[in-house]
């Protein structure tokens, strides 16, 4: 068995159900291996470090070289890592200097009593980054450009650049070694470049609409093949302007979605230009380089539903970009036999991330870093290679074959229904032998089953402790398990009920559908569908109520705050109602209809039921409801279609 889990699906399913998920949880192994394990093909980050900050718009990491100095020991400069927050109002500056003496490294944040007059810590800061030379940091904030360096005694300001016009601010800029590109005053786009210790205007343009993002970049790394691109508002354009002269090189049309963030890149040998949408759509177009710029391919895919914010880094040495968003994903060449580099786009286990920045420290040397920021955190995150499958294992008790699985989203919880040997003698199998004697009234069962709750690791994603168990009766095996919520229904006067509900719905419990054999018996002539509570605040499970039928309860499904059955050869509404003369609920059948030899598996789309018969194909089935004059419901599964040919139907 397996369940998804992950972003965006139905986590609560069990069973093999299909959704948008992370990741796959499943059950493998017997008798001598049995285990859970989590598979992936996205981009897994361990957490390493993180701290408490709110209101980041935007963060940079730099590895500036400490001028004039030299490391304890060693011939080679100290340098520091240098992180820059943009916050809403103002910027903050942290970071610590390496090589380190120890295995740790401390955090230290940089205040504007010691900084002096270098930073500029009462604006936020649009974009910060190095200089080719490695000596030199870039700060650009809505009143000007500055460059400063970092030395013995601290940081300096060694140039400034501020618009002749000092009633227009800077609204968004973008740094590549020394090339600088800032748009003022919405809609003018001004191209600088550092030479030696000073900041100089070399060209702008004039655009006829304010300018929304910018990037600067060389694909081939020279001046032939650098330019500028910059995403307008109102006509969603993306302008494509040459360096040095910033003269228009290229157009494209992005579409309705407004450009959020726009990053010129090369992957796998082809460049690209990437924009990202405030609607969470990537559009992505290849591009053909040479005395014109043109667009070779272009396609979009959506990655999220917030505005995406993209950023360059190195991911275990091969080029990638990461697109930061509600669902963020790592975007990297694969290239097959072939050798052609085609883009790829692998989803990030960790989500809502506003945005992503590379970090490049010694002490993790061999590692890809990232600094990830949430609405109130900052992480640094270890990523993993992004070309690979992952598999996590979480192993089980010995001999414990596992047999259903479901994640329950809601409470971050895995049920794990489970098979044992009950002659085994090991300890933790001891328990259960004892307790099946007990409550067996015939010769002793070979096998006793399990139903167990595990905890959910890093967020739900990887299956850790155990916290509880239930002991199901003799010979009584699990077929089949998900997870509900049952709405709670009055019991009705006649054969009936009513539409009003008298109490809370029953949220999120598992139902276990099982099936018992006896000793002479060939198959199933009775199952159970259990009701299990999850006490969070106890850590136990409980049930809270079952339903007896007349044959293995193949599978489960819920629907409409009611669950679907498939018992033996017939299919069943199940409905969660109170019992006559008290306050508590039963589940009991709202309606049935016989199928054909075996019902193994069900499922739904809108009002239509599908049974798969073991061997009779497929049937469809229409749920419909009645109302009468004293406002009873009546509900009725109503055959539709069926194949009639003689089909073993699986799943």
Excluded at 114 to 133: C, H, I, K, Q, Y
Excluded at 374 to 379: A, I, K, W
Aim: net charge negative.
């Amino acid at each position: 068995d397996l369940c998804m889990v992950g972003m965006g699906g139905n986590d609560s399913a069990g069973g093999g159900t299909s959704g948008n998920c992370g990741s796959i949880v499943a059950c493998t192994g017997q008798r001598t291996t049995p285990a859970l394990r989590l598979v992936r093909n996205g981009v897994g980050v361990e957490n390493v470090a993180d701290i408490g900050v709110s209101s980041v718009v935007n963060v940079w990491s730099l590895t500036a070289e400490i001028s004039g100095s030299v490391a304890d020991d060693s011939e080679e400069l100290a340098r520091q890592v240098v992180i820059v927050l943009g916050l809403v109002g103002c910027t903050r500056v942290m970071g610590w200097t390496e090589p380190s003496s120890g295995d740790s490294v401390e955090l230290e944040e940089l205040s504007a009593s010691d900084a002096g007059e270098s930073w500029r810590f009462n604006e936020p800061t649009l974009v910060a980054g190095l200089t080719r030379d490695g000596q030199h940091v870039v700060q650009v904030t809505p009143s000007g450009v500055v460059m400063l360096q970092l030395t013995s005694t601290g940081w300096r300001r060694c140039a400034e650049w501020k618009p002749s016009d000092r009633s227009v601010a800077i609204s968004a800029a973008s740094i590549c070694g020394n090339r600088i590109a800032v748009a003022i005053g919405g809609s003018l786009v001004v191209y600088l470049e550092v030479r030696g210790a000073t900041i100089e205007l070399v060209a702008q343009q004039q655009l006829s609409h304010a300018v929304s993002c910018i990037d600067v970049y060389a694909w081939n790394g020279d001046q032939k093949s650098a330019y500028v691109a910059v995403g307008l508002w109102v006509s969603n354009d993306v302008v494509i302007l040459a360096l040095p002269s910033l003269a228009p090189a290229l157009t494209i049309n992005a579409g309705k979605g407004l450009s959020r963030s726009v990053l010129m890149c090369s992957l796998g040998g082809t460049p690209y230009v990437l924009v990202g949408g405030g609607d969470g759509r990537l559009q992505h177009y290849s591009m053909t380089l040479g005395d014109h710029l043109k667009v070779s391919e272009r396609k979009y895919v959506h990655l999220g539903s917030r505005p995406l914010a993209l950023s360059r880094f190195s991911n275990h040495g091969e080029a990638s970009v990461f697109a930061a968003s509600d669902h963020s994903a790592v975007l990297f060449a694969h290239r097959p036999a072939d050798g052609l580099g085609r883009l790829m786009c692998a989803n990030v286990d960790a989500q809502n991330i506003r945005c992503a920045t590379a970090v490049q420290s010694s002490m993790f040397p061999d590692d890809a870093l990232l600094l990830l920021v949430t609405e109130s955190r900052l992480t640094l995150a270890r990523a993993d290679p992004a070309q690979r499958l992952h598999v996590s294992l979480r192993p089980l008790p010995p001999l414990a074959a596992p047999h259903r699985l479901a994640y329950n989203a809601a409470l971050a919880v895995y049920g794990v229904a489970t098979i044992h040997p009950v002659d085994d003698e090991a300890q933790d199998l001891a328990p259960w032998k004892s307790e099946v004697n007990e409550l067996s009234t015939r010769s002793p069962p070979s096998d006793v089953a399990r139903f167990t709750v595990f905890g959910g690791d890093g967020g739900g994603a990887q299956p850790a402790d155990i916290l509880d168990s239930l002991l199901l009766q003799p010979f009584e095996m699990p077929e089949s398990l998900c997870v509900a919520t049952l709405t709670s229904m009055p019991r009705p006067t006649s054969r009936v009920d009513r539409r009003d509900s008298q109490r809370a719905p029953l949220e999120d419990v598992f139902l276990l559908g099982t099936s018992t054999v006896l000793p002479g018996e060939d198959d199933a002539k009775r199952g159970r569908v259990l009701v299990l509570v999850w006490d969070a605040a106890s850590a136990t499970i409980s049930v809270e109520g079952s339903f007896a039928g007349l044959g293995a309860v193949y599978s489960l499904l819920p629907f409409r705050g009611m669950v679907l059955a498939t018992i033996g050869s017939r299919l069943l509404l199940l409905g969660w109602q109170s019992v006559v003369g008290g306050s508590e609920y039963e589940l009991v059948p709202l309606c049935s209809e016989i199928t054909q030899i075996a019902a193994l598996s069900v499922a739904v789309n809108g009002d239509y039921i599908i049974v798969g018969d073991v061997m009779t194909s497929v049937s469809v089935y229409h749920y419909e409801e009645t109302v009468s004059n004293a406002g009873l419901v009546r509900r009725h599964l109503v055959p539709v279609a069926r194949d009639y040919a003689g089909v073993w139907t699986t799943a």
